[in-house]
């Protein structure tokens, strides 16, 4: 049991992580990791709804019906994330502003639902939970990773402080859309290197 | 049959613990968020409005109820003396609500300044609105009586080119303010009347 407890959790921080191997929710990893602040909030907000739709589901796994099973996931998954929203909004207010739209998106994340369809829903709770907090740490590892690259490039900043000398000239281009796509393939086609040794 | 009535109550049940478990929560960081929007939203707001006056607005403000709807009046200071409120108002934009902070000097019934606060208009068209000075900047100076409709409905002012709507939704929100400051001018002058010590 711990042994496969291990092997569930591990599996999210390399072999399955999220934006990189299962190529997963790519909406919020492209647009909010301007800056690593940024990625980690969005990071910690996903890992939250990601754990608790995991152990909801898996405990109605035998009660909810086959046919409309994906309507009661999106119930789930939609109540924790507006719980997210709120409770981001009275506690870490700036940061809920520079998230905005996307908080409430991680509704529709591919990783949210399909880590409830996929793993949750055939397994126990103590699994799914495992499988919940190692996708969810290994997701936000990846959007804090993404948003350090990004930041340091394109602002010359890590978390706000300066990183590099004064004579640095921001690299703008890192922080805009386009950077964003380049930077994940970039750290996609690392992996893929390091992953084939 | 038996599988549609299971269907129909596993959802239903699933909604209402949703619900109740989002009006708990809702009801939990309602004041909290409060704060917050006073903090990070209205302040800045009130500043730019208000930028010399000898007091803190957030700190002197009071309530009227309006019909149904409670307003908070922020009161500014001029060497001691109250001399101008701020509240805030709304009026409808390209997608939802734009929040408009409007300062009025009450002895000379004229507006001192407009501020946008909260607003989830197009980026770089309707958000000008907040960003650029240079469109709130006409309500500046205008009396009561002024029609501050858009020009295209007869009023007296210019749009942002690519963002009439946004512009209409300011331009009601100072309307509305225009109306709200003349219904209820006799109790804000006792109120701020209190507060000159």
Redesign the interface.
Known sequence: MAQSMVKEFTKGLWAEIPPFRLVLGLCPVLAVTKSVENGIGMGIATTFVLVCSNLLVSLLRS???A??RI??YI??I??FV??VE??M???T??LF?KLG?FIPLIVVNCIVLGRAEAFASKNSPVLSIADGLGMGIGFTLSLGALGAVRESLGNGTILGSPVFGPEFQPFTFMVEAPGAFVCLGLMLCLMNLIGKK | MREMINMVIVLTVLSAFSGGLLAAVKTGTKEQIEQQVLKFQKAPAIKQILSDVSNDPLQDRFKIMDNDQELTFFVGKHDGKPDSVIFETSGKGFSGDIGLMVGINIDSDEIIGVCVTTHSETPGLGSRAKDDPKFVSQFAGMKMDKNLDIKKNGGEIDIMSGATITSAGVSLAAKKAQEIYTRLKPEIEKQTAQMAN
């Open positions: 009660v909810i019906p046919k409309v309507a009661a119930i789930i939609a109540t507006t719980v709120l409770v909004q009275a506690y207010y700036p502003l739209i």
